[in-house]
């Protein structure tokens, strides 16, 4: 009798799973043209991807033919093209409404740089004009924090 309940509970179980992935692809794919129009504005560069699948375990998506537009004053072309793109994300912050990624898998990627003659286009190549942070050179007593000066 037990083993009825139990299996009963863990079919319902994975029956639910299962309703909930093809939901939420279903939405995903429904709303692709308004979600890659906001990631596109977060990062401000256009996006174009041919595909969006929800991933459950773990938690995150799959992109499909991913391509990220280089800025305008470098190349009309794309900067980061992808056969295939998946985006892990942390699942608390996520609970919370907030997108951190844990991991970003690029398949096949294809980097486009530009070079220019200017040294000033030069410096602003890459990835640098959407968000990457700069880093300072620290100081000797940053760099040992055994150091007690």
Request: proline share 4%.
């Amino acid at each position: 009798m037990r083993k009825r309940i139990l299996g009963g509970v863990v079919l319902a179980l994975s029956g639910a799973l299962l309703l909930t992935v093809l939901n939420l692809n279903f939405l995903v794919r429904r709303n692709k043209d308004y979600l890659i129009g906001q990631a596109g504005q977060a990062l401000g560069r256009k996006i174009t991807v041919d595909e969006i699948g929800v991933t459950l375990w773990p938690v995150g998506a799959r992109l499909v033919n991913f391509a990220l537009a280089d800025d305008p004053a470098f190349s009309a072309d794309a900067f980061l093209r992808a056969k295939d793109l998946r985006v892990d994300l942390r699942l608390l912050p996520l609970l919370v409404g907030r997108f951190r990624l844990k991991r970003m898998v690029i398949e096949s990627p294809l980097i486009t740089i530009v070079s220019r003659a200017t040294p000033t286009m030069r410096k602003t190549i890459g990835l640098a004009r959407i968000g990457a942070k700069r880093h300072r050179p620290r100081s000797k007593t940053e760099r040992c924090f055994w150091s007690r000066r």
